[in-house]
């Protein structure tokens, strides 16, 4: 199985970035996709997930509005478009794949290389 993250990028307070993830070697049309993210010093942090019945989502509460995640089940690919970013949202972002959509990081079996988002004010 591999999940490969693209889009990180700098971009100043306020703008927008879309990342995506491509996946392969796994049924991809029945696995959970989440987005977490680690900041320097700081613990993996839950981001959203999208389920693969009927494309239910879940956001934490710091990106509620803002971040919005998709999926392409033809294209093994799920999307995160971020807008109004904040220097706060600064940080490597995972994608990662399991069996149930929950917010814990352990119930996810695959995880992304990362790609790196930095937020300038």
């Known amino acids: 199985v591999q999940l490969v993250e693209s889009g990180g990028g700098l971009v100043q307070a306020g703008g927008s970035l879309r990342l995506s993830c491509a996946a392969s070697?796994?049924?991809?049309?029945?696995?959970?996709m989440a987005w977490f993210r680690q900041a320097p010093g700081k613990e993996r942090e839950f981001v959203t997930v999208?389920?693969?019945?009927?494309?239910?989502?879940i956001y934490a509460d710091s990106v509620k509005g803002r971040f919005t995640i998709s999926r392409d089940n033809a294209k093994n690919t799920v999307y995160l478009q971020m807008n109004s970013l904040k220097p706060e949202d600064t940080a490597v972002y995972y994608c990662?794949?399991?069996?149930?959509?929950?917010?814990?990081?352990?119930?996810?079996?695959?995880w992304g290389q990362g790609t790196q988002v930095t937020v300038s004010s």
């Open positions: 990662a794949a399991g069996p149930r959509s929950h917010y814990s990081a352990p119930e996810y079996n695959y």
């Open positions: 070697g796994l049924t991809f049309s029945s696995a959970h």
């Open positions: 999208i389920s693969w019945i009927g494309g239910g989502t």
